[in-house]
């Protein structure tokens, strides 16, 4: 049910789950909570799921394990990953992908999930944004701009920059990514960009993130570029060196159609505490996303799972204490995702003090037959423990390593910092009773 998205303000809704944010983490999530007999609700501060699309697309296949989606969301799948640098020139690595990533349709994706939780019984209200949350003894009390809620448990799935997770006390560092969707002017038309390769772009002058181009299916590409700061001078050095001028020229040309920019923010870190007195925090509003590529749909699907069992526990026990969700939710979802998810950083932090002869000579290693059988064999774009430890017993990659993280006292703690911080997972590797 789709309820005021244009309605007046109205009396003070009271349910079993009030989900704030209805992109994918908050529609996945009412989708396997709603059918159960409990009353979930979902404010989205939109009035249409799924835009703006902020999104590059690109998934894992694992995705496919953990989510039911049709056929039809599925615009592409990746066969290999070129990757450059700026001084590589030609000299990239190419990477074949055996679990070939899908790139989504992320407006069907993000509206499939909503479609599923309200033919379930899930009650959406569209146009709707929240603006404080007070905790009360049995409940807890949301205002938004369309009237109250009053909720057993409230979950924030409202991205980086999540009114409850601040509301918890928790702030995320963030980059911003800006991207645009072309598409080739005419039906006969091309774009410079193979269908089956996705290409990752590195640069010492984005190097807190990078660039990328995603073929999306038919002959449409994603170009985009994520950085701390000056994304806009950025995108538009990329895309000329790239496409050989800006996009605006080549629309002006006529060999693309006007292109449509999007943006959005990537919480940068290791994953919050998720778990509090009748609060959970699922996908970005916990910061469950992986700091080397930005990506977050996986491990958002992970947490998701693992809320939805804690939540349904919860309502039947009627238990919601901060130590239920923590057993119940937290722990499951960090024991899962949390080594893969300090790997990601410490990359994130290597690569965050690259110079172009840094790139040059990881490059040169990554071409050399072991670590390239290792890349076909072992690679995993989510959990890539696995293919870091393989590596480190190639002595050309551990003694690159070692010269690097020797080099400055800074990179050798940044780097290693992930692996040392405490998180929420080591407050409750006990699994205590519930109070
Ligand atoms: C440029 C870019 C490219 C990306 N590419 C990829 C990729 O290729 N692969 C990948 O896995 N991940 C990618 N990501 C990350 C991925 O998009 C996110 O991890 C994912 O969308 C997070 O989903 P979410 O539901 O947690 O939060 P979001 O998608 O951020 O959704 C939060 C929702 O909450 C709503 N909301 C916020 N505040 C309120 C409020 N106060 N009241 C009501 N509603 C509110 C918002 O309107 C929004 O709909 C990319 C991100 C960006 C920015």
Redesign the pocket.
Known sequence: MVLETHGQPRAAVSCDVLI???????NFLASLLAGRGFSIHV????SIIGLPM??????SSKILKLMAIPDDVILNRIAEAHIFSKESGKSHVTIRIKDRPVVLDRVRFDQHFMDLATTRGASYHLG???TGIVNQQDSILVHATKGDYVAKVLVG????H??VARHCGIVHDFIT?K?AIIVPASALGTIDVDRSSCELHFDPSWNDLFAWVIPAGDATARV?L?ARAGVASRFTTFVTRRFGSTLEDAWHRGTINKPAFT????PIGLPARCAFDRILLV???ACQ?KAST?????M?AIAARAAARAILQALVKEKFSRRFFTTRYQAPFLKQALASLRMHMAIHAAIKHFSSKDFAALFSIANRPFIKKELARTADMDFPVKFIMRILGEPSFYGWLLRFMLRDPRIFHDVLAPFLARVPLDASKKRSKDK
């Open positions: 704030v944010g209805g992109s994918i983490a908050g404010i989205e501060a939109h902020k999104c590059a697309g690109i998934v709707e944004r929240v799935c409202d991205g980086a999540s009114i990514g991207q985009g994520a943006g959005g923010t990537i996908g970005d509003s996303v930005g990506g977050g749909i996986v958002l």
